[in-house]
């Protein structure tokens, strides 16, 4: 069976189409500016060439439309028709507390996402032009909702209730939801698997780092914690979000700068982390570079990004009792051996111990401890979308 996987935002959208017999992936591309002047979409045939096609996409229907026809113009020979594609699965931010698992989408679904629209307004309103673009397009075919909350809903109250009046978790829900679950779960089970060790008799710490940026506490299988909160921007010290920091700075830099909720909720989320530290860029090979040449602001990003990762790995493994795995993901945290160095030196004491030449790989599933460390500790390329393609399968197969 083919799959198609869909992550919509609110003016592009990414594609891929697995055919699950081997999960290999067949085709995937990227629509964007969706609603705006100079839409166009991007094709990548699986034989490594790309094919533009620049046209007005008005809406997330207009873009599907294409993408579809795309697969099945003869001229790719990709699709010889729709029917091959079995289900669709969608990447959806948020569903609140609804649900702790992908689902297939109904009405119910999709009312549970349309509620938690408040929690994720940026992502879940264009996550359900997406899923209602596919419902017209390819009306009999099953669409599966993955949601990048539903991993951590198994984390327990302590760990995710705020010390804030217990009003504020009733009557609005204010709790930590975490994010990235789908990674996170992922690149867990693939360490189990590589290791050969059932999941329940690992506690694990997943370590997601790219431009948004968490960790995971995961003990009997399950996340029993994570970084990101009530949204993404608690937590690590990311590319642009501030991460923790004390909440009463939110209000004193308001009233020193004059700044509006809103203009101070931009500071923090796309202003701070590591571009404010650095005051250069938010891209880690670039502070990496001017950190070599030199640079004591993109220096100092660096390691206040590094202690940040370090310090919950330390309260995570206190949090379990120890910790077995430690699992890099994430476009930092697969290709950075750098930044991985930092992280893992002075972790010996919870027999951690990194092997400086195992280190050295990039972007590939490696185990980069030495033979005495009691602590594995791994890099698993993360792959959303066949995760995503992995549960829709199941699911439409049950
Ligand atoms: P996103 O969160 O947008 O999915 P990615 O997971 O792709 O982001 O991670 C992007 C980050 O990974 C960028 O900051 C980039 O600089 C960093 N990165 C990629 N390759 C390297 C590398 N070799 N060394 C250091 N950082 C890297």
Redesign the pocket.
Known sequence: MKILVINCGSSSLKFQLLDMSDESLVASGLVERIGLDGSRLVLKTNDGEEHTFEQPLPDHTAALKLTIDTLISPEFNILKSLDEIGAVGHRIVHAGEAYSESVIIDEEVMDAVEKATDLAPLHNPPNILGVRAMQKIMPGTPNVAVFDTAFHQSMEPPAYIYPLPYRFYEKYRVRRYGFHGTSHKYVFETAAKFLGIPKEEMRTITCHL???SSLAAIQNGKSIDTTMGFTPLEGLVM?TRSGNIDPAIYHYVMQKENLSPDEMDQILNKESGVLGISCYS????DL?DNASAGDMQCALALSIFRRSVKKYIGSYAALMGGVDCIIFT???GE??AL?RRYICEGLEFLGAKLDPKKNKV?GKLAEISTDDSTVKILVVPTNEELAIARDTLRLVQA
Do not use: A, L, V, Y
């Not at 938010?282 to 090979?285: G, N, Q, W």
């Open positions: 790219g431009n948004g590319g938010s891209d880690f090979r990496s994430g476009g930092i290709n950075s930044d990039r």
